[in-house]
Nanobody, 120 residues
Framework: QVELVESGGGLVQAGGSLRLSCAAS????????MGWYRQAPGKQRELVAG???????NYADSVKGRFTISRDNAKRTVYLEMNSLKPEDTAVYHC??????????????WGQGTQVTVSS
């Protein structure tokens, strides 16, 4: 059984900052890519940022220069540092991980989501 648990969401004023964390636990052999998606009311889920086990990153154009993704492999944790937040960043943020519970097969696992609300 694998579980991803997010923390760090909340309410912040425009221009402010938040840091999200997501810790993986359970019967884990290894973790490949990890990252964050978000979904705002009435909108499709979108990729925010991803990071490989080697540290290569990618970002949505809308967050480049404002958000930074990082991970601590020893802690099995991925972080999302969000700066210069805008009202349009308001959404439920979900972390995900491509996780192997045995050497040969990887599955995608998702956290339950954490709400980020940016007031204008």
């Amino acid at each position: 059984q694998v579980e991803l648990v997010e923390s760090g969401g909340g309410l912040v004023q425009a221009g402010g900052s938040l840091r999200l964390s997501c810790a993986a636990s359970g019967s884990i052999f290894s973790i490949n890519r990890m990252g964050w998606y978000r979904q705002a009311p009435g909108k499709q889920r979108e990729l925010v940022a991803g990071i490989t086990s080697g540290g290569s990153t990618n970002y949505a154009d809308s967050v480049k220069g404002r958000f930074t993704i990082s991970r601590d492999n020893a802690k099995r944790t991925v972080y999302l540092e969000m700066n210069s937040l805008k009202p349009e960043d308001t959404a439920v943020y979900h972390c995900y991980g491509s996780i192997r519970t045995m050497p040969t097969i990887a599955y995608d696992y998702w956290g339950q989501g954490t709400q980020v609300t940016v007031s204008s």
